[in-house]
């Protein structure tokens, strides 16, 4: 198996830079079209195998290995979600001329990297969904495979009865991972449970910009820790006590996975990604996006009974063996062997972890 990432693929950086994702998918495809004979799959994260499937369906070249594609999730959702942020005054990069270039551009080659695949992994169900309607409905070539967890997150935790509970949220600070709404919802808490802490983590945006958002009453209850060291994360997820996702549209993010694996109860919306892994009241809350009130009253109830975080927190746990990457690896596997019927002896795989900054350029 060879793996190739955008330095492999663009020998020098792209310009312009807003059509980065076109030139990598068209040198993509000349790469795997040189290189063809030696490999039965490619599997190309989309939307970067749009121009390897539109080659391969136009021309039909010769010995051109098949294409499987995966997605982290829905782009529609994407696209309404921000459209209602934008409304709200907040969003100011998704106006309605970023939306349009948006539906020209970025859409487009997500949907002629999912129509031209032979098949697909998405990583939420909706998702999964979305594309195969894109496609022949019914066709089955679609699966849903989520995203996994390492084994080093499934520890034991306590759950004491303490005065003062510390929040944790880990993500990227943007308007997609429902920002503004966990700052109000954390001034509403604290006026029901003042002795709560609330960390930022891998945020990417200095403590000063974090703490910009928040009301000057509660700043001193919150902390900033721009990067976090992959070997540290287990020992930052046991530090805290409840794990707070209010993200409007997702994937399907690790940090929860790797939350629920550490035990922690945790507070998230019931939007696609999370919602496929979390059951309201079994091993997590759920709750409305785009709801402050809603996120401070869930976080309330787990402050006031260390009971409900221990069956929450042990719960999301047990359900967390069913996401292991081993398994992960498995449902990807069956996948690409479907699409190639006789085995996958050589597969070339094309993933860049994250194209939220790519695709806002």
Partial sequence: MD???????????????????????????????????????????????????????????????????????????????????????????????????????HQTMYNYSIETADSGAVANREGQIGAERKRKPGSGRISFVPNGTEERFFTAREYPEKPSLRLLYVGTWLDRKGVFYLAEGFRLLLNRVPGVFLTIAGCIASEEAVKALFAPEVRDRVSAIPFVARAEMPSLYAKNDIFVFPSLVEGMPLTLLEAMAMAMPVVT??????????????????????????????????????????????????????????????????VLRAASNDGVAHISHTHIPDDDELRRN
């Fill in 269 to 334: 919306t019931n939007v696609c990604g999370m919602a496929d892994v979390v059951q309201n009241g079994v091993n997590g809350v759920l709750i409305p996006p785009a709801d402050a009130n809603a996120l401070a009253e869930a976080i309330e109830r787990l402050c006031n009974s260390a009971e409900l975080r221990k069956r929450l927190g042990r719960q999301a746990q047990e359900t967390m063996r069913r996401y292991t990457w081993d398994r992960v690896a498995e449902g990807l596997e069956a």
């Fill in 3 to 105: 793996c190739w990432f955008l330095e492999d693929v663009l020998a020098k950086p792209a310009r312009p830079k807003r059509l980065e994702a076109l030139i990598f998918a068209v040198s993509l495809a000349k790469r795997i079209l040189r290189d063809r004979m030696k490999y039965d799959v490619v599997n190309i994260h989309a939307p970067w195998g749009c121009a390897y499937g539109v080659v391969r369906k136009l021309f039909r070249p010769t010995g051109a290995p098949l294409y499987v594609f995966t997605m982290q999730g829905s782009e529609e959702q994407f696209v309404q979600a921000m459209r209602e942020e934008n409304r709200k005054g907040r969003a100011s990069n998704f106006g309605w001329k970023n939306r349009a270039w948006h539906c020209v551009y």
